[in-house]
């Protein structure tokens, strides 16, 4: 009798249902059998062992997505089909992250239907010439498939919108899910045709294909699979609507990695899992993984980057530095806010007119001055709901313009029709200010493209008139609800559903300082520029070969120099805890290391909060654990993990600049001590006690001030650093004052120990 966890998923695309003895037969869980899926039936065939006979030495990695990265089309003078690389296309460019070692091959389909008789010389070609093997799904069954599950069910689904009405993502309809199946079980097929199991890796991209993974399970139990989901993953509550919830979720776990941009999604998958399955998840040092029959699916949280190379060689071209110029004089003396955006429901792209209408009303000085540019994309979907947002788009652009448009000067700029690549890059290149105000995107890439357009080069900043050694800027106005939104920490980020905000949003990006947007954009440039496609494939692929077994291997400047409390000679301790931290820096988007003269301490200010603070836990203990025989403590703070020398702290300092200015005679009357952390109550314990010491003078003030932190020693308490500019300005204010009308006294005036 077969194992329960086995079944026949070919009773999915059947649509039938058997079950094991009056039980309702779950969703094959794994199961692996000699020949092809179409000859799999689970009551005749043993379970074997991938025995499959490896041919290929050299690492190999397939890559699985719903289309290939190749152009096609037909020779104009025999008829005959010409491919080229789709440039623009993830899975092309993430191949430059795994190496030159690497061999890639590629599974999908072609974005042209192919005549059943052309298929063969077809596929022969595609695979001698690009190492891409296509799969080719019969028109009626890829209507069902992609416009039918993917872009009916699925999409709107993880896009947080419930099928409430026909209107609204429709009624389940079975024979679509169906039709999913069938085309998971064809991508299946192809893969198999090429796979050496016990060798390739295999990389499987998207919602188009999250039942792929127990397909590929079923015939190599041993297979080394990934799975990234580009598409957001919505919460628990959203996603049980979905009738065939468990059967996708259990499909996903056939992967050894899953990889999802940002830790909200990973957390609505992980929850689910939790929920509808009963499966509890782990974290240890550094990764987080369930264990699902025997095996470790973890859980992979790296959200993608673009591919700088091409941007900037597009940057270079002749062709762009011409179109900037035409663009500088076609909006010469106005500054142009812009935004790129797909016509769909999702984007946001009425919010941002709304928005750009109230910022008009509200700010009648930026009428005829600020121009919004709208690069409206062609919607990858079809139905009512993109002729909807269509109709809209265009009755409120035409409402802005007629209300406050003058001639030579249109408020919003609509630009619906297709632009080559250069000539978006273009409008980067000009715009003051990027805009995205997307209701929901797994990732959008629009802000990142922006920012290395923004850099520009130095034939740009001459077409320009821009000093190429002069810091560049730019401004960036995104929705909170997009996955690079965590990742952009100097951006204004905004909820689009409140356009009052967004409008005040677009303000602030207008009258902010020039200094104030180069360090906005040198921040974000330096993030985007190391977070590129290629570190996030190789990051990936790291991962997946860890996950399968096989991968064992701002201070301030001062006048004076900083001087040492206590001698420390043996630091040997750092060269065990910095690997650990960069470790988990790695894992953590959003995360730095701090490496001070005495101390490590890593910082999760800019990550996100939930699993920045997980990740603290887990650090926390996995340094605890390394570094038990060192003279060092390891203490977590606000947003920092920091290990120091035992027996130095905060306390000791203050204890010591105490000390010092009593040795040379100069007893402080005032005393103002502020920190924002638990590590600064051992400083507040010292400064309290100095008050009935000999080192303070005896008619001295102390004042010790805990920030956002109770309870405290502390005995006054601010709610955040903006009150302490505040009440410092008001301090430096009544010295002044004081300073006009009173002698200057001859004690000391007083010592401010702060915290960074």
Not at 668 to 679: A, M, T
Request: proline share 5%; glycine share 6%; net charge negative.
């Amino acid at each position: 009798m077969v194992s329960r966890s086995y079944s026949n998923l070919l009773d999915l695309a059947s649509g039938d249902s058997p079950s094991f003895g009056g039980e309702r037969k779950r969703f094959p869980r794994v199961a692996t059998v000699p020949g092809l899926l179409s000859e799999v039936d689970d009551e005749t065939c043993n379970s074997v062992g991938s025995e499959a006979p490896s041919s290929v030495s050299q690492e190999r990695m397939i890559i699985v997505g719903n289309q290939l990265p190749l152009r096609a089309h037909r020779n104009e003078d025999n008829g005959d089909w010409c491919f080229s690389w789709d440039e623009d296309s993830l899975l092309l460019q993430l191949k430059d992250g795994l190496g030159e070692d690497v061999e890639v091959i590629y599974v999908g389909c072609l974005k042209e239907q192919v005549a059943l008789n052309e298929q063969d010389d077809v596929a022969q070609t595609l695979l001698e010439t690009f190492k891409c093997v296509p799969a080719f799904i019969p028109p009626e069954l890829f209507t069902k498939f992609y416009h039918g599950f993917c872009k009916q069910h699925l999409w709107p689904l993880f896009h947080y919108m419930l099928p409430l009405s026909p209107d609204l993502g429709g009624r389940f309809d079975r024979s679509l899910w169906q039709a999913y199946v069938s085309v998971n079980k064809i991508f299946a097929d192809k893969v198999m045709e090429v796979i050496s199991p016990d060798d390739d890796y295999v990389w499987v991209h998207d919602y188009h294909l999250m039942v792929l993974p127990t397909f590929l399970r079923k015939r190599f139990n041993r297979v080394k699979l990934g799975f990234f989901l580009h598409s957001p993953f919505p919460s628990s509550e959203i996603y049980r609507t979905l009738p065939v919830r468990d059967e996708i979720l259990r499909a996903l776990l056939n992967s050894d990695l899953i990889g999802f941009h940002t830790f909200d999604y990973a957390r609505h998958f992980l929850s689910c899992c939790g929920r509808m399955l009963g499966l509890s998840y782990q974290s240890k040092r550094g990764y987080i993984g369930l264990e699902y029959y025997g095996r470790t699916v973890s859980i992979k949280i790296l959200p993608v980057g673009i591919h700088i190379g091409q941007l900037q060689s597009v940057l270079n071209l002749p062709e762009t530095a011409a179109k900037v110029a035409e663009l500088r004089a076609q909006f010469r003396g106005q500054t142009v806010m812009l935004g790129v955006d797909d016509m769909d429901i999702f984007k946001g792209i009425s919010l941002k007119l709304l928005a750009m209408e109230q910022l008009l009303m509200q700010h009648p000085e930026n009428r005829g001055e600020v121009v919004l540019v709208q690069i409206a994309n062609p919607a990858r979907g079809r139905g009512r709901d993109v002729q909807e947002v269509q109709s809209e788009t265009y009755a409120t652009v035409k409402r802005i313009n007629n209300r406050f448009g003058r001639p030579g000067y249109d408020p919003v700029v609509l630009i619906d029709t297709p632009l080559q690549l250069y000539e978006r890059i273009a409008y980067y290149v000009i715009a003051e200010c990027c805009l995205v105000t997307a209701v929901r995107d797994g990732m959008n890439l629009i802000p990142y493209e922006y920012i290395i357009c923004r850099q520009g080069n130095e034939k740009l900043d001459e077409t320009l008139g821009l000093d190429p050694s002069a810091p560049k800027k730019s401004m960036l106005v995104v929705s909170e609800f997009i996955g690079c939104s965590p990742s952009l920490s100097g951006a204004i980020r905004v909820n689009p559903w409140n356009i009052d905000a967004v409008a005040e949003a677009m303000d602030s990006a207008l009258i902010v300082s020039e200094a104030e947007k180069q360090l906005r954009h040198e921040k974000h440039y330096r993030y985007v520029s190391t977070h590129d496609v290629p570190y996030w494939a190789r990051s990936f692929l790291q991962d997946l070969e860890r996950a399968c077994g096989d991968h064992l291997r701002r201070r301030p400047n001062h006048d004076s120099d900083w001087e040492t409390c206590v001698s420390l000679p043996d630091f040997d301790w750092k060269q065990i805890a910095e690997p650990v931290m960069k470790l988990y820096t790695e894992t953590t988007d959003g995360s730095t290391i701090e490496t001070k003269e005495s101390a490590l301490v890593w910082n999760y200010l800019y990550a996100d909060p939930d699993f920045g603070f997980c990740q603290a836990k887990e650090l926390l203990d996995h340094l605890e654990s390394v570094l038990a025989n060192e003279p060092v403590s390891v203490k977590s703070g606000q947003h920092v993990v920091e290990v120091k020398p035992q027996g130095v702290n905060k306390g000791l300092v203050a204890e010591h600049l105490l000390t010092t200015m009593r040795q040379k005679g100069k007893l402080p009357d005032f005393v103002l001590c502020i920190g924002d952390d638990r590590s600064d109550e051992d400083m507040f314990e010292v400064i309290m006690h100095a008050k009935t010491s000999p080192r303070l003078s005896p008619v001295a003030e102390v004042f010790a001030c805990t920030v956002g932190q109770k309870p405290s020693k502390a005995k006054y308490y601010v709610e955040d650093r903006s009150e302490i500019l505040r009440m410092l300005q008001a301090l430096a204010n009544a010295s002044e004052q004081a300073a006009k009308t009173a002698p200057t006294p001859a004690s000391c005036g007083g010592l401010i120990i702060n915290r960074e």
